[in-house]
């Protein structure tokens, strides 16, 4: 079973910074992919930032804010947000799939930015 821990959300301030991150555990076949997605009340879940075999892709509406890394060692992705606004406020979800393209998820953390 593999289990998806994140941390890191919590309450800041527009133009502020946080920094989430997603630990997998368990029995996990080689990591393929690692990505962030964040879904608002009312809102489907979107891609927020993924990172595939090094390479990282950027929804547009976090291009130049948002950075994600890995580290492999540590089965661990980060996602470092800058210059937060209030329309980043979701809820945070960590998305692991492997080379047999099983699928996990995190249960979320959740961001809020204030105005």
């Known amino acids: 079973q593999v289990h998806l821990v994140e941390s890191g959300g919590g309450l800041v301030q527009s133009g502020g910074s946080l920094r989430l991150s997603c630990a997998a555990s368990?029995?996990?076949?080689?990591?393929?992919?690692m990505a962030w997605y964040r879904q608002a009340p009312g809102w489907q879940r979107d891609m927020v930032a993924e990172?595939?075999?090094?390479?990282?892709n950027y929804a547009d509406s976090v291009k130049g804010r948002f950075t994600i890394s890995r580290d492999n060692a540590k089965n661990t992705v980060f996602l470092q947000m800058n210059s937060l606004k209030p329309d980043d406020t979701a809820v945070y979800y960590c998305?692991?799939?492997?080379?047999?393209?099983?699928?996990?998820w995190g249960r979320g953390t959740q961001v809020t930015v204030s105005s």
């Open positions: 368990g029995v996990i076949w080689k990591i393929n992919s």
């Open positions: 990172i595939t075999r090094g390479v990282p």
């Open positions: 998305k692991v799939v492997d080379m047999k393209a099983d699928t996990y």
